[in-house]
C-alpha cells in the first residue's frame, strides 16, 4: 500500500486514534476508584475545614464519623457535635462568573453565626475570582455574626475584614461579580436553613 495514498493515511489515523483512546479508557478504568476516593476525602476535609476542625493528613474518614455520626458525607443538612454544641453543616453552590462555585457552610443551630465556610470546587480566574479558596477570605467568615438575616461582602481592598459582630466581608479586589455571587449564594443558604429549621 502506497504510504502517501488516502487510504493509507485514513488507516494509520484510525489505528492510532484507537490506541490513545484504548490507552486512555484503560487509565480511566485503572484510577477511577483512586480518584473518586480523592474526591471523596477532599470534601471531608472541606467539611472539617468549615467547622474549625484541623483534617488529619491520614484518616479524615474517622474523623468525619466521629463528629457527624455518619459514614460519609450527605446533600441534607448535617449535624456536627462540637464541644457539646450542636452545628448545622450543608454544602451550598451556586453561579459565579466562570461557572458554578461549591462549598460548604457551617453555622451554629440558632442560625446567628456563621462558624465557618470552605470551597470544594470552582472555575474562577486564578489570581482574581480564584482567590475565594484562599485563607484571608474564608478566614472573615469564622464566627460571623449574620445581621438581619444575612451577611454582606462590600467591594474588596484585599485586606480581610475581621470584625466578626458587623455581618460584613471583604470582598476580592477586581473580583467584584465573583464577590457578590459569594454573598448571594451564602444569603440563599442562610435562608434555607431558616426555612428548613424553622427558624425564620
Do not use: C
Not at 490507552?23 to 470534601?43: D, F, H, I, M, Q
Not at 446567628?112 to 480564584?130: F, V, W
Not at 470582598?171 to 424553622?198: D, Q, Y
Request: proline share 2%; hydrophobic share 35%.
Amino acid at each position: 500500500m502506497e504510504k502517501n495514498s488516502m487510504t493509507y493515511t485514513a488507516i494509520f489515523s484510525f489505528v492510532i486514534t484507537f490506541i490513545l483512546v484504548f490507552l486512555l479508557t484503560l487509565t480511566y478504568v485503572g484510577t477511577k476508584n483512586r480518584v473518586s476516593e480523592y474526591n471523596k476525602n477532599y470534601e471531608i476535609s472541606s467539611i472539617l475545614k468549615a467547622i474549625g476542625v484541623k483534617p488529619k493528613d491520614r484518616g479524615v474518614q474517622e474523623q468525619f464519623k466521629s463528629i457527624f455520626n455518619l459514614e460519609l458525607p450527605t446533600n441534607e443538612t448535617m449535624i456536627a457535635k462540637i464541644d457539646g454544641e450542636d452545628i448545622l453543616v450543608s454544602k451550598f453552590s451556586g453561579k459565579a462568573l466562570w461557572g458554578t462555585v461549591n462549598g460548604i457552610i457551617a453555622i451554629e443551630k440558632n442560625l446567628k453565626t456563621i462558624k465557618g465556610i470552605d470551597i470544594i470546587s470552582h472555575n474562577e480566574t486564578p489570581g482574581l475570582g480564584g482567590r475565594i479558596e484562599e485563607e484571608w477570605f474564608l478566614n472573615q467568615f469564622r464566627d460571623e455574626t449574620i445581621n438581619k438575616n444575612m451577611i454582606t461582602v462590600v467591594q474588596g481592598t484585599g485586606d480581610g475584614n475581621y470584625n466578626s459582630k458587623d455581618g460584613i466581608i471583604d470582598g476580592i479586589a477586581g473580583a467584584t461579580r465573583t464577590s457578590h455571587s459569594m454573598e448571594v449564594m451564602i444569603n440563599k443558604k442562610i435562608k434555607s436553613l431558616r426555612e428548613e429549621v424553622g427558624n425564620e
